[in-house]
């Protein structure tokens, strides 16, 4: 083999095994907060590797000042080359097996009750209720709605809109007990009952139901009394 193709396929090397460290220092990087004593395991590899590939630079550049390889130096070559691959597999292992992803959590049951306002409270047109709840925010297909019921009138149940729940599991909403008390003030003193469900479908503002929509989960009843 002549010394240009040697010294061209060395200099291939050692470009490929420095891309390969690169690789390997991003992807060690996201792990040093968390994992101390694999961090220094990997911190001696790589930066075994970087001393192996000096070495072989700086046999490199011997060689560009000479017309010939030595059999000994070659064999040196070739031993670096072989430490640098074991190395960069045990890593490649050693980083497959840290990012091996958790088991999933179990899933939460559903649960719902609503906490505010009180059973038995005094309520306006237009009053703020809220809650909390389980198992709703880690399942996207589930939809919180709560649910009024005019007694005085023998129903039906109002759906109202659509909650969204925080992360940690409480909501709040906007829900109207009865009717504009500026145009209908005959309402004062009527008693609704109010319910929280949790389903799968798509209800709709304002949508009627005869008796309660059918539901994964549901809170406890409240009745209320509007001022």
Known sequence: MEKRDLIAILALIVGIVGVFIFSFNSRFQGLQDSIDSFRMGLTDQIDALKSDLERIEEILAVLEQRMDISTK?????????????DRLTDIEQALNQSQTPPPPPPPQPVSLVISNPPIGDEVDWITSVAGNSTGIVTNKTLNLFLL???????????????????????WSGLVYFGRNPDIHPEDSGDQFLLLAIVTTADLQPGETFAAIPESICQSSISGLVRK
């Not at 130096?73 to 691959?85: G, K, Q, R, W």
């Not at 005085?152 to 992360?167: A, H, I, K, M, Y």
């Open 73 to 85: 130096e070659f064999s040196d070559i070739n031993e670096i080359l072989d430490s640098a691959v």
């Open 148 to 170: 009024v019921y005019p007694v005085e009138s023998g129903g039906p149940w109002f759906v109202q809109n659509r909650l969204t729940v925080n992360p940690d599991g409480s």
